[in-house]
């Protein structure tokens, strides 16, 4: 490991064991992350973590060694948080996930992004794919009881979804080609009339389908950005996103 790469570990990441691991789905991990200091870190539904998965991995360059990741749940009386990792890239990401060992260290920075809880509307549209799901399950999980909640997550594979924290169903399912837009904007076109004033638009994942949807939600339906709340997870054409 390069000096650099040690004093990044040491002073701007914080460090966590891999408390636990499982398959959830056919394609999906859960990886449970214990720390002291999660305890104290400042939290919100919404904030994600930049994982150093490829720390101490010689053979990877520097844009490698990063993937973020959302909280999925998080304990702070206990001190751990969950994290799910979809595996479809095949990337360096989902090898790191299905090779990881319990009991291993884990090199972590906070990020806090701007895909955060808003609790302004009545109604609210979730839209995304695997890799948003547990971004979006957080979400919904903070919402108060009395918003409506419409959604659209999608998978090519009915055996690639999984359940909430706890086990719940809350979001309704599609089995979809990847960018799957046309069909996509059918179900918009379905749901929003159903939507009760003061909206928002949640839509995360394939960058594709936020752009798209970013476009189709402000000039076909006129929302206001403030409405539309997108964060593109991953892009066909790059690797680690951000
Ligand atoms: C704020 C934020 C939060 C995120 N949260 C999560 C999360 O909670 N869970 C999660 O799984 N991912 C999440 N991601 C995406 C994650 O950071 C990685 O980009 C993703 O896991 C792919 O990394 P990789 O190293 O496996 O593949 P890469 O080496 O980055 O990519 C390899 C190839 O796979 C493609 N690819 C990447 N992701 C997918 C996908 N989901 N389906 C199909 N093809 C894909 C890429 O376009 C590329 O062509 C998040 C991204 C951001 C920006």
């Not at 990441?13 to 959830?24: N, R």
């Not at 719940?168 to 179900?187: D, G, T, V, W």
């Not at 949640?202 to 798209?212: K, P």
């Not at 403030?226 to 951000?242: A, Y």
Request: proline share 3%.
């Amino acid at each position: 490991m390069g000096l650099l790469e040690n004093i990044i570990k040491k002073v701007v990441l914080e460090a966590a064991i891999i408390e636990h691991k499982e398959k959830i789905s056919a394609s999906v991990y859960k990886i449970r992350l214990k720390s002291e200091s999660i305890k104290k870190a400042d939290f919100k539904p919404g904030y994600f973590l930049r994982l150093g998965i490829g720390i101490g991995n010689d053979n990877l360059s520097m844009k490698d060694k990063v993937r973020s990741y959302s909280v999925w749940d998080i304990n702070q009386t206990e001190g751990y948080l969950d994290i799910a990792i979809a595996t479809d890239s095949k990337g360096i990401g989902s090898q790191w996930v299905a090779n990881c060992l319990v009991g291993e260290t884990v090199y972590f920075k906070w990020k806090k992004g701007n895909f955060l809880l808003d609790e302004t509307a009545e109604s609210y549209l979730m839209i995304g794919d695997l890799s948003a799901l547990s971004h979006l399950y957080i979400l919904n999980r903070n919402l108060p009881n009395n918003k409506q909640v419409e959604s659209i997550l999608y998978s090519e594979s009915q055996s690639a979804f999984f359940d909430d924290i706890g086990g719940s169903k809350p979001f309704n399912r599609y089995y979809l080609k990847q960018n799957p837009i046309n069909e996509i904007i059918k179900k918009v076109k379905k749901i929003t009339p159903k939507l009760k004033e003061n909206k928002i638009v949640y839509i995360a994942g394939d960058s594709r389908v936020c752009v798209a949807l970013n476009k189709y939600f402000r000039n076909e339906l006129n929302w206001s950005a403030k409405q539309i709340k997108t964060k593109p997870f991953w892009n066909p054409d790059k690797k680690g996103l951000e």
